[in-house]
């Protein structure tokens, strides 16, 4: 199998999830299918510019969802097959579908109460935050089409403006299932319908109406729910 053509050095950061973005889109072109062995880690180590032990964990990953199987003595198998719209994040959509769902409703139920509150609650140097994350997440979102990072901070942000820190600690807690939802990566501009949606939370929180923050966390997480059962319900 050639990897020179399609693998090639992630820039930091170096996460799993862009190593298993890059394997996924290899696997895509390399026209791979169901059964068919990945190079061995040592192999994609070096092409990708990262650790051994770094493929290892990102690839344990992948296994957990059941997209490989790692056979001892045999290698790595790909147990579904991967088109070439496929991310990290679409695949772990359709292989974890129930669990991500129920994670959108924890995450439903934890943020919107959390929107409400900070509205209530959030101090001026709160609203200065929230807003400072706001204005970073919508500059990297207009030049790249994704800020995933940045869209996790400013959600944070009101998490902590909310006066509870039991509610991000809650968050923290389920922080494996819920961080999926920022993870998307531009070509696939999953959830870019909400984006504009994010100044409208802020300004409710800022005149202080819950009503509205609560109503508007619906709105951008109707969108997420939709968007995450167009990618599951994609192939079926």
Same mark, same amino acid.
């Given at each position: 199998m050639?990897?020179?053509?399609?693998?090639?050095?992630?820039?930091?950061?170096?996460?799993?999830?862009?190593?298993?973005?890059?394997?996924?889109?290899?696997?895509?072109?390399?026209?791979?299918?169901?059964?068919?062995?990945?190079?061995?880690?040592?192999?994609?180590?070096?092409?990708?510019?990262?650790?051994?032990?770094?493929?290892?964990?990102?690839?344990?990953?992948?296994?957990?969802?059941?997209?490989?199987?790692?056979?001892?003595?045999?290698?790595?198998?790909?147990?579904?097959?991967?088109?070439?719209?496929?991310?990290?994040?679409?695949?772990?959509?359709?292989?974890?579908?129930?669990?991500?769902?129920?994670?959108?409703?924890?995450r %439903?139920?934890? #943020?919107? !109460?959390?929107?409400? +509150? @900070?509205?209530?609650? /959030?101090?001026?140097? =709160?609203?200065?935050?929230?807003?400072? %994350?706001?204005? #970073?997440? !919508?500059?990297?979102? +207009? @030049?790249?089409?994704? /800020?995933?990072?940045? =869209?996790?901070?400013?959600?944070?942000?009101?998490?902590?403006?909310?006066?509870?820190?039991? +509610?991000?600690?809650?968050?923290?807690?389920?922080? =494996?299932?819920?961080?999926?939802?920022?993870?998307?990566?531009?070509?696939?501009?999953?959830?870019a319908?909400?984006?504009?949606?994010?100044?409208?939370?802020?300004?409710?929180?800022?005149?202080?109406?819950?009503?509205?923050a609560r109503?508007?966390?619906?709105?951008?997480?109707?969108i997420?729910?939709?968007?995450?059962?167009?990618?599951?319900?994609?192939?079926?």
């Amino acid at each position: 199998m050639e990897i020179d053509s399609q693998l090639h050095p992630i820039i930091a950061p170096r996460s799993d999830t862009l190593i298993l973005d890059a394997l996924t889109r290899f696997m895509a072109h390399s026209g791979a299918q169901t059964g068919s062995r990945l190079p061995p880690e040592r192999e994609l180590a070096e092409k990708l510019g990262v650790s051994r032990n770094t493929v290892r964990e990102a690839l344990k990953r992948w296994e957990a969802l059941g997209i490989i199987a790692r056979k001892k003595g045999s290698g790595t198998f790909l147990l579904i097959d991967v088109s070439t719209s496929d991310s990290f994040l679409s695949l772990r959509f359709k292989n974890d579908s129930a669990n991500m769902l129920h994670a959108l409703e924890v995450r %439903r139920i934890i #943020e919107s !109460e959390s929107c409400a +509150l @900070a509205a209530l609650r /959030a101090s001026t140097a =709160d609203l200065l935050e929230i807003e400072q %994350r706001l204005n #970073e997440m !919508e500059r990297v979102h +207009l @030049a790249i089409g994704s /800020a995933g990072a940045e =869209d996790w901070a400013f959600h944070t942000s009101i998490y902590q403006a909310s006066g509870n820190p039991l +509610l991000l600690q809650m968050l923290n807690g389920i922080y =494996d299932s819920m961080h999926a939802f920022f993870e998307s990566p531009p070509e696939q501009a999953l959830f870019a319908d909400s984006f504009s949606l994010h100044r409208d939370l802020f300004n409710a929180i800022r005149q202080r109406d819950s009503v509205s923050a609560r109503e508007i966390c619906h709105q951008i997480l109707d969108i997420t729910e939709r968007d995450m059962k167009d990618v599951i319900n994609a192939k079926r």
